[in-house]
């Protein structure tokens, strides 16, 4: 089992920067690929970003190619999601999830979830 908690997410105004965290627990070698979708309000949930095991590789949807960034430590065990140039569109809950399969944009390729962090960009 692995466990994720998420942490970072707030209210901002648009044009403003927010860093997203996300901590993993117990088994981390079955979160090889660890990922940040988010949810929007009356929409369905959607993938935002993904990182390899090793960092080597990144993966961005379009609507935050050049805005957003996807790290990790893993001597921390942790991956962040760094937020620029935010925008009322950004507005939604994130969660992070883990995995072994790349690129994994899809949900069901996902075996563990956070419980989400709550962004909202205010403009």
């Known amino acids: 089992q692995v466990q994720l908690v998420e942490s970072g997410g707030g209210l901002v105004q648009a044009g403003g920067s927010l860093r997203l965290s996300c901590t993993a627990s117990?088994?981390?070698?079955?979160?090889?690929?660890m990922t940040w979708f988010r949810q929007r309000p009356g929409k369905e949930r959607e993938f935002v970003a993904a990182?390899?095991?090793?960092?080597?590789?990144?993966n961005y949807a379009d609507s935050v190619k050049g805005r957003f960034t996807i790290s990790k430590d893993n001597a921390k065990n942790t991956v962040y999601l760094q937020m620029n140039s935010l925008n009322p569109e950004d507005t939604a809950i994130y969660y992070c999830?883990?995995?072994?399969?790349?690129?994994?944009?899809?949900?069901?390729?996902?075996?563990?979830w956070g419980q989400g962090t709550q962004v909202t960009v205010s403009s």
């Open positions: 999830a883990g995995g072994i399969v790349w690129p994994g944009i899809r949900q069901e390729s996902y075996n563990y």
């Open positions: 117990g088994r981390t070698s079955s979160a090889r690929t």
């Open positions: 990182i390899n095991w090793s960092a080597t590789l990144t």
